[in-house]
């Protein structure tokens, strides 16, 4: 069962098309993840699903309605968490504000057990819990803000580059809890990643961007072990094309 889908997509900023008549399916509880370089529209998906931008062509559906159109506040409450890229913490309320800001649309009285949750997947967290987001590093920053998407109680994450400007070690220990929260607490999650292998790593589908367009879609075991993915993406070449400059070669979805 598919929980998002998206048919023939087409965001424009003014007269530019950023997103180029994009489809993709998230099924419920996968990780899907959503590769590409800089400006290939990956963001403008994100974007456009959680009603930041408004597109000028195709559906959106989420658990089988209609989410086109709307404001991004009614399509929070619908169930979909989007973590932005650059983290936009509230960056002078503590940690705690912050995830109490995460559940501010809630009316039920589990938001101390949610938050005594987050702090358990983020220890870090809970030591700094009266500190000012500001003074937290790139890392307990991006562990705070998803930490303040999951207050939502979310049914599908949008993550934009949750790796970017982090450490290999906290690259590690993100794609961990992201791995966790799919399994443990079924969050579906729609993954943007410029770092591949992370996302191949632990995706379970995926899809590859260029120009506003997909250009290539498969599992992600499979797109590991496509050639085009391998070198363009993972920065494997074989022996034979290693005196090849990069942007001479061609990819075989031109």
């Not at 991004?72 to 890229?85: F, K, S």
Request: net charge neutral; aromatic share 6%.
């Amino acid at each position: 069962m598919n929980l998002l889908e998206i048919n023939n997509l087409e965001t424009y900023y003014g007269p530019v098309m950023a997103i180029r008549g994009v489809s993709l399916n998230v099924p419920k509880g996968s990780i899907v993840t959503l590769l590409g370089g800089n400006g290939a529209g990956k963001t403008t998906v994100l974007k456009t699903i959680s009603g930041a931008i408004d597109p000028q062509k195709g559906t959106i559906a989420f658990a089988g309605d209609s989410i086109l159109g709307k404001d991004p506040d009614a399509i929070a409450l619908t169930g979909i968490a989007h973590v932005p890229e650059g983290r936009e913490v509230f960056p002078f309320l503590t940690v705690d504000e912050n995830l109490k800001m995460g559940a501010f649309t809630r009316k039920d009285n589990d938001i101390k057990a949610d938050i005594d949750a987050v702090y358990d997947y983020f220890p870090a967290l809970k030591t700094l819990a009266k500190a000012q987001a500001i003074n937290l590093s790139g890392g307990q920053q991006q562990m705070l803000a998803i930490g303040r998407a999951l207050m939502l109680n979310p049914k599908l994450m949008l993550l934009d580059e949750p790796s970017l400007g982090l450490s290999p070690r906290l690259v590690a220990e993100i794609s961990e809890i992201i791995t966790r929260l799919n399994r443990e607490r079924g969050v579906t999650v729609l993954l943007v990643e410029q770092n591949a292998r992370m996302a191949l790593d632990i995706g379970h589908y995926g899809y590859v961007m260029e120009v506003g367009r997909i250009v290539m879609e498969d599992s992600c075991e499979r797109l590991k072990s496509a050639t085009d993915v391998q070198e363009f993406y993972l920065g494997m070449k074989d022996e034979g094309v290693r005196g090849k400059r990069r942007w001479k070669q061609r990819k075989t979805w031109r």
